[in-house]
């Protein structure tokens, strides 16, 4: 056989396995855990120089958790291979493990509004686990939820999107506000300037797009933050194309931010990869995510 077909045929096997990959990846579900802890929070202007990545769970922690939340995100049901009930058996495990305080769901039901019966179904059975769990269900809306109309009712969570409440440890009796911003979706976007919570207490902020902590006033930066939004990049391709090249008004990828634990000028984030697939049905290197998020208050 000559070196060009010796080539060729290596090459198409590199594509086809490549493919397989994309294709397989969006079934495998990652249940992580990531542990938050109080900094200073700095009013700056956010920088490069003013974030910081840091480990999923601290060498030498501040302290011992006193909320244990459940936290997944981005579900895109018209493509989502981790079904309702695998997500509800990792709720079920995490509960057993060291129980839950809250299941927070990061937006984004559906990429496209016509497919919501199959969303609100999703987390309809979500949420009928944690009822029987007796854990609360809190969610927030994403970018492509933004057209659909009353989905927390259809979906069986309590809306967080301009609204507090307050989340009191079982441990330790500390309190802390939960909230949330709404997405304005990407055509005229609003965004939130002020939270809607006090001020007594932390404050932990669920924002499906993670850009809207940069339109926040400093004076209302969190002490959380938990969003979703970029996929972790979905399929990652070399010199981040995606935001390079295909979404260049995200502002926060252009920072190094798109995944993983960060200080963000003091505000402990975690940006989720998400469950589902969004536009196209693939991942590469960027697997579903699941994650049990402890926070010492
Ligand atoms: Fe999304």
Redesign the pocket.
Known sequence: MDIFLTVLLILAALILLYVLWCLAEPFFLVNDKVLMEKHDISKDPVSKNTIRKIPFAPKSPSGSPDLRLFFF??I?TEWCPVTAGRLSKAIRKAHAEGGLDAVLFG??IITYPENSAKGYKYLNDVSACCKELGIPFYGIS???DCTLKDAPLRSGFTSLDSVAVTLTSRKSGAKAYLTGVPDSGKLNRVWQEKLVCGSEYPVILAAHDPDAFLHLSPDSRPSYMLS??F?GGQMKLPFRFEFNVLRTKDRFPKLGVIQGHFDINGTDTFISR?VGC?ILPFRIFSAPEATVVEICL
């Open positions: 995100s981005d895109h937006g984004d994403g970018n492509h979703g939004h996929h998400g969004g």
